[in-house]
């Protein structure tokens, strides 16, 4: 019995080693195939395991796995595909000849049929002998798989009308100071605050950190805006300069949140840039427009992959492209505007300094001004702004201080300049969102446009089943002014009387329906992104469906879980404004047709929705508006919009936050026939009225051409006032 069991093992392991040389696991096609599976996978390790004793002696493995890693990024390789062809054995070698397609990230794809891997037998089975020639034909150890190209200059970005935003050959013009020689160094501050569109506390901190003797770098302004300035700038800060070609950023800061900037490829993305066909050092739109169009304002070179032997001699081409040409984008951006814009909110901050202005008080503002006929984004600024130059290698920035630190600087600021306000913040409307309340209380007829409601100091909630406890305040208690009185929906729009308000949410609640606020909130853009082209985070906003009464009655005053972006608000704005169409807002006019390129993009005004309200709704919440500005009795606007030569028809509001008030504005002009509507938000301030109407009233009165009064005297007189807002309760 012992004797057949033995028999049977010998037989059986006879049998093993007679048919392993032919197993599926080991054979010449088998050992290719799976070598070629893994350069799929990118497991060059496997494959290295793969090849033969020999071969591995000859080829270490970072070796091996360097030259694999650079000709996959050469060739831009996102797949690969094969086709074995025959395998001829003789011996112990063994050749298979197979057929390899490659896809390409910037080739397309690459074809290289008829390819010979050859396979030798050792202890351990079939393993590849492996060489060079294995990634392609015509490589040999000293041979170089090289993409060749080269890039066009990078094309430049203009406003709708033409006029350059970001020029690639510009001029520009750094600013230098020295403290001993400086005539005037309190008026050199407030030059040069105004020129670099800086906060005068951060320059004085600048000026600080160097001795009196050393002179050192302050900032850089265009060739032209140097010229306009250069008898102050001498006069008061004996500045010297240096000037220099780059691509340059008109009025430095005063466009960075929409242009963005470029700089050297980051190292944790230099990968898939190199799948792109771009290499280390290469310069690359790293945020807003310059990274959201970094493919038509670089252009792809005509390039060509080739094997070159060691004297640079071409020896095979592999793959080539055509390329593209870089092309110009044009923004619908007005470029006076723009400017305007970024240089009225770093001048209300630098001139309150001293008030709700100062950096220890408010975070940061965003104002914009869109077209209500067509979604299209005249201006837009967020502040604090940052100088877009100090991200690109050639820069002069910062003198002493390396460029990379000024980055840090801005990276680690609190108040988040690089942060873009309009369109990534979220905040508590407060006021600004009874425009919608309003708009839904008229169109669900909770009362009628001419019926009357007394407006008082204080509303009890109880019998609408609102369960705070208290009796829930006007914001007249917090100012110390007698109560409104009798008023019709439009006039407690236009005077921001927080009891209606209050009771319009309840009864909207529970007369209509739980979600009747959300519905129209998100009928005119809010609780949404609004899929601007813009790179960046959106903010979506918050809109949710209220639990109980009480959770309404807050959101009916811009407050409890609402929260909206500028860009929102502006699209509200817009839907009151042109009558009911909520437009798409965007940036981008335009791909080419400047600079002799082809139009390749071309905007339409696109609506997103169009609503179906009565005629009736419209007519009081524009009457409520316009009366903001024009009603000295009620108007919570009046004296922003003190005789203005154009009727401004807007919304205050001051949202109640955890530490200082949100003030916004919200506008559209001119009433009788709506052209812009502006938005102007300032974080942790003071009521909409105090900051937002101010700015807003620049910024429509330049819009206008109409002469400026200049900003409230108290900013810059009186010492700041913190707002005590009770809870449940909001500014006018």
Not at 437 to 459: F, L, Q, R, S, V
Request: hydrophobic share 40%.
């Amino acid at each position: 019995m012992v004797l057949l069991l033995m028999r049977v093992l010998l037989f059986a392991l006879l049998l093993l080693i007679s048919v392993s040389p032919l197993t599926a696991q080991n054979t010449p096609d088998a050992v290719v195939r799976s070598f070629l599976e893994n350069w799929k996978a990118r497991n060059y390790d496997a494959m290295y395991n793969l090849t033969s004793e020999r071969s591995r002696s000859l080829t270490a493995f970072p070796v091996f796995e360097t030259v694999y890693r650079e000709s996959d990024l050469a060739m831009g390789l996102e797949d690969l595909s094969f086709t074995i062809q025959n395998t001829t054995i003789q011996g112990t070698s063994a050749a298979v000849t197979y057929d390899l397609t490659v896809q390409s990230g910037i080739f397309e794809v690459i074809n290289d049929p008829g390819r010979i891997m050859r396979v030798v037998q050792g202890p351990d089975g079939w393993r590849v002998a492996w060489s060079p020639m294995d990634i392609f034909d015509g490589m040999t150890g000293a041979s170089q798989l090289q993409l060749a190209g080269q890039r066009g200059a990078r094309a430049n970005i203009y406003d709708r009308n033409g006029l350059p935003l970001v020029e690639q050959n510009g001029t520009v013009v750094s600013l230098y100071v020295q403290r001993q020689t400086i005539p005037n160094e309190a008026l050199c501050l407030d030059i040069l605050a105004n020129m670099l569109r800086r906060q005068r506390q951060d320059l004085v901190t600048l000026f600080d950190r160097y001795n009196i003797d050393t002179r050192f770098y302050v900032g850089e302004v265009d060739d032209d805006a140097y010229t306009a300035r250069q008898a102050d700038l001498t006069n008061a800060c004996a500045v010297t300069t240096a000037e220099r070609q780059t691509r340059d950023y008109y009025r430095g800061n005063a466009v960075s949140h929409v242009t963005g900037y470029i700089g050297q490829i980051p190292a944790d993305n230099l990968e898939s840039w190199e799948a792109r066909g771009y290499q280390g050092g290469d310069l690359v739109g790293l945020r807003g427009i310059e990274q959201a169009y970094q493919d038509q304002l670089a252009g792809q070179p005509a390039r060509s992959l080739q094997i070159l032997d060691p004297g640079g001699t071409v020896i095979r081409e592999l793959g080539e492209t055509v390329g593209t040409p870089p092309q110009p984008v044009t923004l619908t951006i007005d470029r006076p505007l723009q400017v305007e814009v970024a240089q009225a909110l770093a001048d209300a901050y630098n001139y309150a300094e001293g008030n709700w202005g100062n950096r220890n008080i408010s975070t940061g503002a965003g104002a914009i001004v869109i077209n209500v006929n067509t979604g299209a984004i005249l201006a837009m600024a967020s502040y604090p702004l940052f100088e877009p130059d100090i991200f690109n290698p050639d820069t002069l920035c910062c003198g002493f201080i390396a460029a990379s630190d000024r980055i840090a600087e801005l990276v680690g600021d609190t108040r988040t300049p690089l942060f873009n306000r309009v369109i990534q913040g979220q905040y508590s409307p407060g006021s600004v969102y009874k425009i919608v309340t309003t708009a839904a209380a008229a169109e669900e007829e909770m009362i009628g446009p001419n019926e009357i409601y007394d407006c008082t100091h204080y509303w009890d909630g109880a019998s609408f089943g609102d369960t705070v406890g208290f009796q829930r305040p006007d914001w007249r208690v917090t100012d110390g002014l007698d109560p409104t009185g009798p008023i019709t929906i439009s006039q407690a729009l236009t005077s921001s009387c927080d009891p209606f308000f209050y009771e319009m949410g309840a009864r909207l609640f529970n007369e209509v329906s739980p979600s009747a606020l959300v519905e129209y909130s998100r009928s005119l853009g809010l609780g949404q992104r609004t899929g601007i082209d813009y790179y960046g985070n959106e903010a979506a906003g918050q809109i949710t469906v209220p639990p109980s009464p009480s959770d309404a009655i807050n959101n009916a005053i811009g407050q409890g879980d609402v929260q909206t972006s500028p860009i929102q608000m502006a699209m509200v704005v817009m839907a009151i404004a042109n009558g009911g169409t909520v437009y798409q807002p965007y940036l981008i006019e335009r791909v080419g047709g400047v600079d002799f390129t082809p139009v390749t993009y071309e905007a339409q005004p696109e609506a997103i929705n169009e609503l179906t309200w009565k005629e009736q709704t419209y007519e009081i919440v524009r009457q409520g508006m316009c009366d903001v500005t024009q009603s000295e009795e009620l108007g919570t606007g009046y004296w922003a919009f003190f005789e203005a030569a154009y009727i401004a028809c807007g919304k205050t509001g001051t949202a109640q936050t955890s530490r200082y008030p949100n003030a916004w504005f919200v506008a559209y002009a001119p009433a009788d026939a709506p052209e812009i509507a502006v938005v102007v938000m300032s974080e942790q301030s003071r009521e909409g009225a105090d900051v937002a109407a101010p700015i807003t009233r620049r910024i429509m009165d330049f819009y206008f051409n109409q002469p400026w009064p200049g900003y409230p005297l108290w900013w810059n007189e009186e010492d700041y006032a913190p707002l005590d807002i009770p809870v449940g309760a909001t500014g006018g």
